[in-house]
């Protein structure tokens, strides 16, 4: 058994919330607040520890655009932040280089600014060298394409071209075809050009020398200390249309000697050399093909291993650690190796060490650990902290997690006029015992006392592989304004909760994780004075393709939906959808293989849409192929011709993730009025009725 890491929760971040919940403001949140709320994201701390960079995005309404800006202040919270420009015009992506900040202009030019020096005329930076350079600063390892032969043009008739010509359309005859948010058709894959690794001088003093012929595409190019060899991974998959890709780790000297250190079907990523030069570590998952190759019923662990260059078998440094390592940073002694993961509705920082797989939570709390940067000595760290009821802020600490500092208020104004909803952890047992945890906004101005009910709210998170938790939504803040509760609930399937937990809903995607969904609205109707008659679903993704689930198996139970790129047969899906595979892989196989036929007729909404009773309002990008419109038009068509009330929304041009402030602003408007028509707001509570 994998040992499941609990949350810890320090006292002082509980007591720093208590004393936030009491707060009180003078309104609500409005959709035209949209405008006005900025987003702080971006932290980078200088390599000294001394100073972090961030940036500051506002929503532009007139041209639909962001504006980004760049800022500095001290790690150790003295002072006030220094915006950072060029001629009086602001800058973005910051990175540094050495004690210099470099940012760009509008243009993209990069420019570069002295820590110690800010007041000063920032200077005219390079372009970001390409490759990996090697650690005596003479040799630089890139990336080449290598052309593919030329291939014959048919011989055609002169009356053959012009017809030709005249052609309108699009013809292929490969797989895969599509990819959410690129073209229609997708390049043929199997035709692209094959890359190799190259030496070049870092002074071009002589010709470069090609190191590989691998025939593949080398990634992840970088340097053994020593300086001796380059670790690299490739796709052995890269140009099949029937294969999944993966990535098996390489090594190659500088005689030309390549190594493949594995070749198992598992994949490889976040490979890397210690500083010291004694290990190779990298983070493995199941390969797809692996996983339907052996008809497994899970998709396996996450772990982060360990490899001795000396030789030696690999070692599994997470056996024991139930939650997803995300890729690693060695510190500089080659001690440990640390790395972020959610852990429930949290994220936060551990560490490992190679040598007896230790590993220890740094950060704690009930929040969100996000964009961590760490300077180079691994004495300091930057990064925000998500919470539900106010937006993120840079935060910076001791690498221990002590000494911790709250770097900026970019928010403080806004949330002195604007009223921001409560909001509670809940832990409660789905139907069959398992435990579930979820989190519950509070409609504005709630009052346990109140002889109040209110509607609900179920917003169901993506993935279906991800987590909700600890972060601030506008949309959910915006839904608790206007008085409905909001309940996000981590269903089976959630991530941070362990590997059975994550795979609990292998071949039957909706059945546990809805029944999980549906025993938190009863807990809440129990313990909340909530209107069960007035109980509503949503989502984005998995999200609507779970609210399509609950509304057609619990028809009695939903009085309205907002369903946002959901599927609801898939069968279909499996054809038009540029993810195959999670069919492949979690309902068994493809729908002319009877098991796997079986089961997508069981768990497709559309086909068992019969007597569905929620109005539903469906949410879509025009050209989504990760999943397709048809799956919204489906089941559109079967509420429509069953008399039930339903609207199609959809956004041209917008593929899978909807994007734009004006699309963003459009789609609150109308889930809104859509939740007003159908759920109704607050009305008094009959004492008859509990």
Do not use: C
Not at 143 to 158: E, F, K, N
Not at 290 to 314: A, C, F, M, W
Not at 390 to 395: A, N, Q, R, T
Not at 593 to 618: C, H, K, W
């Amino acid at each position: 058994m994998r040992r499941l890491i609990f949350l810890l929760i320090a006292p002082v971040i509980i007591a720093i919330l208590a004393e936030q919940a009491l707060a009180q403001t003078e309104r609500p949140l409005q959709l035209e607040d949209y405008y006005a709320l900025k987003s702080v994201s971006s932290p980078s701390i200088s390599p000294d520890g001394q100073w972090v960079a961030y940036t500051v995005s506002s929503r532009v309404e007139h041209d639909n655009s962001t504006e980004v800006a760049t800022w500095l202040v001290r790690s150790n919270g003295s002072g006030s932040p220094e915006v950072v420009e060029r001629d009086g015009q602001h800058v973005s992506s910051p990175a540094w280089v050495g004690n210099r900040l470099r940012v760009e202009d509008e243009e993209g030019t990069p420019w570069l600014i002295d820590q110690n020096r800010l007041d000063a005329i920032p200077t005219l930076g390079h372009e970001e060298e390409q490759g990996a350079l090697s650690p005596d600063g003479q040799w630089r390892a890139v990336v080449r394409d290598i052309a593919r032969p030329a291939q014959p043009t048919p011989d055609l008739s002169d009356f053959e071209q012009r017809h030709t010509d005249r052609f309108n359309g699009v013809q292929f005859d490969w797989y895969p075809f599509v990819r959410d948010g690129q073209a229609f058709p997708i390049p043929d894959r199997s035709a692209a050009n094959p890359t190799e690794i190259f030496l070049e001088r870092e002074d071009g003093s002589a010709e470069s020398i090609q190191l590989t012929d691998l025939g593949l595409r080398p990634d992840n190019v970088s340097w053994s200390p020593d300086g001796r060899t380059i670790l690299f991974t490739a796709d052995p998959n890269a140009f099949s249309e029937l294969l999944y890709s993966r990535s098996d780790i390489f090594t190659v000297d500088l005689s030309g000697e390549i190594t493949r250190v594995t070749d198992d079907g598992f994949t490889y990523s976040g490979v890397q050399f210690s500083p010291d030069g004694n290990w190779i570590s990298y983070v493995r998952s199941f390969g797809t093909d692996y996983i339907i190759e052996r008809k497994l019923e899970h998709g396996g662990p996450r772990d982060l291993y360990v490899r001795p260059t000396s030789g030696g078998n690999q070692v599994n440094l997470t056996a024991d650690f139930d939650l997803d390592a995300g890729t690693p940073r060695w510190d500089p002694e080659s001690n440990h190796m640390y790395f972020t993961t959610g852990i429930g509705g949290a994220t936060h920082l551990f560490r490992v060490s190679p040598e007896d797989g230790a590993v220890e939570q740094i950060t704690t709390g009930l929040r969100r650990i996000r964009g961590l940067s760490i300077d180079m000595d691994f004495k300091r760290i930057a990064y925000t902290v998500g919470q539900f009821d106010k937006p993120p802020e840079i935060w910076s600490a001791n690498i221990d997690g002590s000494d911790e500092r709250q770097l900026t208020t970019v928010h403080a104004d806004f949330l002195a006029k604007v009223s921001t909803s409560g909001w509670e952890r809940i832990l409660y047992e789905s139907y069959d015992g398992t435990a579930i945890e979820g989190f519950l906004l509070y409609p504005h101005g709630y009052n346990e006392q109140s002889s109040t009910e209110y509607p609900l709210i179920v917003v169901n998170h993506g993935g279906p592989h991800s987590a909700s938790g600890y972060g601030f939504n506008f949309k959910n803040q915006f839904f608790a304004a206007n008085g409905y509760f909001v309940f996000l609930p981590n269903f089976r399937s959630s991530t941070g909760y362990g590997d059975d937990f994550k795979w609990g809903t292998w071949g039957a995607w909706g059945t546990k994780d809805g029944e999980d969904a549906l025993s938190g609205v009863d807990h809440l109707i129990e313990r909340y004075p909530i209107d069960s008659a007035r109980v509503g679903s949503t989502g984005h993704s998995y999200g609507g393709i779970l609210t399509n689930w609950l509304i057609t198996r619990y028809p009695d139970r939903f009085r309205a939906a907002v369903s946002g790129a959901g599927a609801s047969n898939w069968t279909s899906n499996y054809a038009h959808s540029d993810v195959s595979r999670t069919k492949e892989l979690e309902f068994l196989g493809r729908p002319w293989e009877p098991e796997a036929r079986d089961i997508m007729i069981r768990q497709s909404a559309y086909l068992n849409s019969g007597g569905v009773q929620a109005a539903t309002l469906f949410v879509h990008g025009e050209v989504d192929y990760r999943v397709p419109l048809e799956g919204a038009i489906q089941l559109y068509t079967s509420l429509k011709k069953q008399g039930v009330p339903a609207e199609l929304l959809i956004y041209e041009g917008q593929a899978h993730g909807i994007r734009g402030h004006w699309n963003n602003v459009h789609r609150m408007m109308n889930e809104l009025r859509w939740w007003e028509t159908y759920l109704r707001p607050v009305h008094p509570r009959m004492t008859s009725d509990r």
